[in-house]
């Protein structure tokens, strides 16, 4: 495949960063975590950042945080990657899912209130493709029910919401460094907080609840467990990547703002597909450009086209949430409530705008595209 959908944006310097690492004896605790929790607190302005083995791991301590129980209730997008919602269920807890707003992909803020019951615990909202959900809406919503607010922003490292990184408006914000997001580390994570009791029960979370971290320890082995934990810890070949990808996120972000303008332009003359307006004042994380087919135009047939020319596309995702079989079979819901959230899983293409690529690749798929329709 010429254009992939993504590729790890990667030079030397985190080949010699691996090779520096695995020269030294400490592979985990060490300094090129710390280092990496500070960049990235630094690059979002928040009070602490917790680097884990993933998104995922990141999403289940914030959630696990409230004590979720049994006929508790917790508001999701429809529309997102299925780790925003197992961990609710894998608390016993229930998603409620509400439909995407056509315009940005996001979840639709006016639909919130009226889902909110005694059973509500908390809101979580995913930044759809890079694009901030309507926050100061959100908040509100929380306050006005003292509500918990999780961000996943898998997709939105760089994005902003009226120039403050989103992540950092929630109680907890996810991150993830799977090897298509915007920046990797393999597999890896980041949990932000700007909460100093959340910090810490975060931080003793991820390492067993054991009280006392490996290099504060006088005598080796010395050390007791106050509290629930798991190992959901960042290795130092990770954060090592880490660390370097991050002196490169503007770059990237800018590499990506460029490709996705370029594009988007020209498909929206093209005339052919809907796309989504992003042209209230946040700053988008340009994850890719997602165009929504008209019922006349075969998805299926589209992408076989644009492999066949070399182009590798994606899908945002390939079916809400409650369609998947393991929801339909608990939850059994009609994915009719979620008109907007099914048209774009059901009908959206994902196209890559990745730092990998350039203006003369968004050339070659617009034109190919373009030919589709001659
Ligand atoms: C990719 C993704 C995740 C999962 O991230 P991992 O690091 O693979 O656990 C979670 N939420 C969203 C919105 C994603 O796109």
């Known amino acids: 495949m010429k ?51 993933s998104c995922t791991t990141a999403l289940f301590m914030a959630y696990n945080f409230y004590n979720l129980k049994k006929n508790d209730e917790v508001i999701v997008p429809a529309q997102t990657h ?37 059973k509500t615990k908390g809101i979580s909202i995913v930044h759809f493709l890079g694009y901030p959900a309507n926050i100061s809406k959100i908040k509100k919503i929380c306050k006005k029910y003292k509500l918990f607010l999780i961000e996943d922003c898998a997709l939105a490292l760089g994005a902003k919401y009226k120039n403050q990184h989103v992540g950092t408006f929630g109680d907890f914000g996810c991150f993830s460094f799977y090897p298509v997001k915007h920046i990797t580390t393999s597999e890896g994570g980041m949990l ?66 460029k490709n996705f303008n370029y594009l988007y332009e020209k498909i929206k003359k093209l005339n052919k597909f809907k796309l989504f307006n992003y042209e209230k004042d946040y700053t988008n994380s340009f994850y890719c450009l997602s165009i929504i087919l008209p019922k006349t135009i075969s998805r299926i047939n589209l992408i076989k086209y644009l492999n066949s020319n070399n182009i590798q596309t994606s899908i945002y995702y390939p079916s809400i949430i409650p369609n998947f079989t393991y929801y339909k079979k608990m939850f059994n819901i009609d994915h009719k409530l979620y008109p907007n959230a099914h048209e774009i899983s059901s009908r959206s293409i994902a196209l890559p705008v990745g730092p990998h690529l350039n203006l003369k690749d968004m050339e070659y798929i617009y034109n190919t595209i373009k030919k589709y329709f001659n």
Request: net charge positive; glycine share 4%.
């Open 82 to 118: 299925v780790a925003t919602v197992q961990p609710i269920v894998f608390f016993g807890a229930k998603p409620v899912f509400i439909d995407s707003n056509i315009e940005t992909g996001n979840i639709d803020e006016n639909l919130i209130e009226s889902k909110i019951n005694k």
């Open 192 to 257: 932000l907080t700007q909460n100093d009791s959340k910090n810490i029960y975060a931080k003793n979370f991820r390492a067993l609840g054991v009280n006392r971290e490996f290099h504060s320890r006088k005598i080796p082995g010395q050390y007791d467990v106050k509290s629930m934990g798991l190992n959901f810890r960042l290795n130092e070949f990770s954060s090592a990547i880490g660390n370097v990808q991050l002196k490169k996120i503007n770059n990237i972000l800018n590499l990506r703002k």
């Open 3 to 53: 254009i992939k959908f993504a590729k790890p944006f990667f030079s030397n310097v985190e080949i010699a960063k691996l090779n520096k690492v695995a020269k030294q004896d400490i592979l985990v605790h060490g300094n090129e975590v710390k280092n990496f929790e500070k960049n990235f607190s630094h690059f979002t302005d928040s009070k602490y950042s917790l680097a884990t083995s």
